[in-house]
């Protein structure tokens, strides 16, 4: 009884453990599932969105102000009432329209 106790414990604690596997839909996360880490750290989704558009430029060159500022002005832009249940990419879009 207590090898058969024994070699079941082992096993147990020799198992590795099981870890989910999550994929999100990026364009589908809303400010406010953002700002509430409902989905994931946001630092986490702005370092994603970072490689997302340099991808989309073709640009290699990462910058961890220009980063750090991105995620300033999109965290401003989703604590706005208007931007709450929009998506974070659509309210990115919006404030580059702005800027130009």
């Known amino acids: 009884m207590k090898r058969t106790t ?10 590795p453990a099981a870890r989910a596997q999550v ?3 990026v364009a589908k996360i809303s ?3 953002y700002l509430a880490f409902s989905i994931a750290d946001p630092r986490d989704v702005n370092i ?3 490689g997302y558009f340099h991808g989309k ?3 290699t060159v990462f910058e961890p102000q220009t980063l750090k500022q991105s ?3 999109l965290r401003a832009a989703c604590l706005r ?5 929009l998506p974070v990419l ?7 329209g702005r800027s130009k």
């Open 6 to 15: 024994l070699i079941i414990l082992c096993a147990i604690i020799a198992a």
């Open 23 to 25: 994929s999100v839909e």
């Open 31 to 33: 400010c406010q599932q």
């Open 48 to 50: 994603w969105l970072s």
């Open 57 to 59: 430029q073709g640009s």
């Open 71 to 73: 995620a300033e002005k």
């Open 81 to 85: 009432k208007e931007n709450s249940d």
């Open 90 to 96: 659509q309210v990115i879009e919006k404030e580059q």
